[in-house]
């Protein structure tokens, strides 16, 4: 993994902004997989930014979303679809032909995984896997415990993932089973790409990039993956020791 730190949130977000920018260049109906939360907002921002002004042309580009909260879809405030298609899809005008999100709320979770497995095999490889890392160490909704080798599936929320998830919503819900992309999935990127922001971070950066690879911390996968990015902005990687 390269490891990559930036004076602030806004540095961290242009660079990871212009790599995305770089590959659909390259490859202009590149597979890219994004994520949701706060931290990658700005990168959205600047992409959507870009495409107006003709830096960038997303049309015929594919995107997946990383995961969402079992029970939701895009009309719910607070799911991590709504977030994308507020934050990149519908200002960033994508085609529902070039997206595949999650049916979080279908009857048969283990077709709704089997869908996205089959868009990734039938449109990758995935070019940039964009995740954030949660205070747990989660990736998506790969929670403590995961194994390394699923693909797309559906388990329980870590109690932690729960009361933290909780900041997306108006009012207290009740959040219990996640859906997400797999740490397979992830292995498989062409680049795999770690986002993350601020001092409440740098615990559990650390803990990942120079801690035990293990699956009770699933970030520490990151320190097996040689072409990955891990883009830190001064503050989350400010207990890194060098």
């Not at 700005?42 to 580009?61: M, N």
């Not at 089959?118 to 998506?140: C, D, Q, R, S, T």
């Amino acid at each position: 993994m390269k490891i990559r730190t930036y004076a602030g949130y806004n540095e961290m977000c242009r660079a990871a902004a212009e790599m995305i920018v770089n590959q659909v260049k390259l490859k202009p109906d590149s597979l890219f997989c994004l994520t949701s939360g706060d931290t990658p907002a700005g990168i959205y921002k600047l992409l959507v930014q870009y495409a107006k002004e003709g830096r960038v042309d997303f049309s015929e580009c594919y995107f997946v979303g990383l995961d969402e909260w079992v029970g939701m879809d895009k009309n719910d405030a607070g799911s991590c679809t709504n977030f994308l298609y507020k934050t990149f899809f519908t200002p960033a005008k994508i085609k529902a032909a070039k997206m595949m999100i999650f049916d979080a709320k279908a009857a048969d979770l283990d077709a709704s995984c089997a869908a996205m497995d089959n868009f990734i095999k039938e449109k990758g490889p995935l070019a940039i896997m964009l995740v954030g890392v949660g205070m747990n160490g989660h990736i998506g909704l790969n929670e403590p415990g995961v194994d390394f080798n699923l693909y797309a599936h559906h388990s329980p929320l870590d109690p932690l993932t729960v009361s933290i998830g909780q900041k997306y919503f108006a009012q207290k819900t009740q959040l219990t089973e996640g859906i997400t992309l797999g740490l397979k999935h992830l292995q498989e990127a062409k680049i795999p790409m770690l986002l993350a922001s601020g001092t409440k971070k740098a615990d559990i950066i650390a803990m990942a990039l120079q801690g035990e690879v293990t699956n009770t911390v699933p970030a520490s996968i990151f320190q097996t993956l040689s072409s990955a990015y891990v883009m830190l902005d001064e503050d989350a990687a400010s207990e890194l020791v060098y």
